[in-house]
């Protein structure tokens, strides 16, 4: 059954942590409306601060992934969009006739209510005031399908972002939203991976070390973190593995991405050392990787019980480890 997806655009105004176009934060009451590959229409309620343009209406549309939990709160959970497309024409909640869409009659809808469902009449009218051929996001890549291949990176004229100092691990994705910035498919995959629980944890492990000796860290909307040893710096790419049999996919990717920011923040990040951290340790099978990564010239780490573990050579001579 497709829902509405209520949207404040402005992340001061929230109480969750969401990344438009890409991650849904929700409480516990909302759990049985939000299922998994439903689809979702967003909606942009009126925020505490100047109205926009799409206030109050119909903004976009998409596909639903797997929800899962918060790792920090078990009350909440996150809800990928794998799939999103931002409508061409905003709709207005009611009709020409001046019926509200969602509840088919004058009655007002449940504006209270965060997370709404709604019929399949209801949806493909909203999507039809939108001039949108609901067959077409079944055309579009999703996030899992991006994060199941090799990751060949956004196009060339992908926006960059500002590199700031982090003092600590922000839960959620972490993402600062940019007026009229709409989230592309990779880097939503990105977002979508940082509010997982073993991404979240590595991340924490290296960021608590490299402050305890003295390392400045930075990190955006792409880049999961910098190490900033003076001396020495790291570009450190996390990688989840809920799956140990998808290890090696999880490696090209992550390769992937560190060259892909090599070039796009070369001025940033010039003779950062590439570091890829697992949420967990490959298996025996694939305990290849740190060879590769070695023979790449990419450090290899992960975590256990907490502790920070090298990998590979490159690792072990990081500063991150002395």
């Known amino acids: 059954m497709p829902v509405i997806l209520s949207q404040i655009f402005e992340a001061s105004d929230r109480a969750y942590k969401d990344a438009e176009w890409s991650l849904y934060h929700y ?7 939000v299922r998994p590959y439903d689809a979702f229409i967003y909606y942009r309620p009126h925020g505490k601060r100047a109205l926009r343009e799409d206030s109050s209406k119909y903004f976009g549309h998409g596909i639903l992934g797997k929800p899962f ?17 931002p409508f061409q024409h905003l ?14 009659s004058e009655r007002s809808i449940q504006g209270q209510s965060a997370v709404r469902d709604i019929n399949e009449v209801v949806y493909h009218r909203i999507l039809a ?4 051929a609901s067959l077409g996001i079944s055309m579009l890549p999703s996030t899992e399908e991006i994060a199941a ?3 060949f990176g956004p196009p060339i004229q992908a926006p960059m972002d500002s590199i700031r100092v982090i003092k600590e691990i922000p839960e959620g994705s ?11 498919v990779y880097e939503s995959a990105a977002l979508q991976e940082r509010a997982r629980s073993d991404h979240q944890h590595i991340l924490r492990l290296v960021h608590a070390a490299g402050t305890r000796r003295g390392a400045t860290c930075w990190y955006n909307n792409n880049i999961d973190l910098v190490l900033d040893f003076g001396d020495e710096r790291s570009l450190i790419e996390a990688k989840s593995l809920n799956d140990l049999r998808d290890a090696v996919h999880r490696m090209r990717y992550g390769i992937g991405q560190l060259k892909d920011y090599q070039i796009r ?21 694939t305990s290849f990787i740190a060879t590769v990564l070695e023979e790449s010239g990419i450090s290899f780490i992960t975590q256990n019980n907490g502790e920070l573990i090298p990998l590979n050579d490159s690792a072990k001579s990081l500063q991150l480890f002395h």
């Open 129 to 132: 005031a939108a001039n949108v």
């Open 91 to 104: 709709v207005s909640l009611k009709d020409p006739r001046g019926v509200y869409y969602e509840t088919e």
């Open 69 to 85: 939990e918060d790792p920090f709160d078990p009350s909440h959970r996150y809800v990928p969009l794998i799939k999103c497309e």
């Open 265 to 285: 923040y070369s001025a940033k990040l010039k003779g950062a050392k590439p570091v890829i951290a697992f949420g967990r340790a490959p298996n025996r099978e």
């Open 149 to 151: 291949l090799s990751y």
């Open 27 to 33: 409480p516990r009451q909302y759990f049985s409306r």
């Open 174 to 184: 972490g993402y600062v939203p940019h007026p009229g910035h709409i989230v592309d």
